[in-house]
């Protein structure tokens, strides 16, 4: 998450497989809430979005992708711990270059050595339904 008052720029990659997608479960400590999100991360000084969403796919479940196509850019503002957050998405359609992604339920990955996460393939039925929490809602535009 971004310093209190700062705007984070962030790449993100929706990935699709038939009627399911590829997102990264999240959880809110503070609502005890758990939500899904797109996989990607924050854009560094000096590059562009779509080499950060290369990078941070890599970096974190070390993955290429393929297929690229820039979808638009979105404004995300929202609560998070508590705390108020705001992003500038950057959001790419694409598909992972090696097929072994697609056979996968879920993997685990860490964003650093102390924080994991869960990556998984979720039925956009599921989330549409509001079984799941897709965040932020606008990415339902895009599927």
Not at 36 to 60: H, I, P
Not at 123 to 130: A, E, N, Q, T, V
Request: net charge negative.
């Amino acid at each position: 998450m971004n310093k209190a008052g700062e705007i984070r720029v962030i790449a993100l990659g929706l990935i699709r497989d038939g009627g399911r997608i590829f997102l990264s479960e999240g959880y809110d400590p503070v609502k005890q809430e758990i939500f899904y999100r797109a996989l990607g991360g924050g854009v560094e000084f000096g590059e562009t979005s779509r080499v950060a969403l290369q990078r941070e796919f890599q970096e974190e479940i070390r993955a290429d992708l393929t297929n690229i196509k820039y979808l638009g850019c979105i404004e995300n503002l929202f609560i998070f711990n508590g705390r108020q957050g705001h992003e500038i998405i950057q959001l790419y359609q694409c598909d992972f270059a090696d097929s072994k992604f697609y056979q996968l339920e879920s993997l685990v990955f860490s964003e650093s050595p102390n924080h994991k996460h869960r990556a998984l393939w979720i039925d956009i039925s599921r989330l549409k339904s509001g079984e799941f929490k897709l965040v932020p809602e606008v990415f339902f535009e895009y599927l």
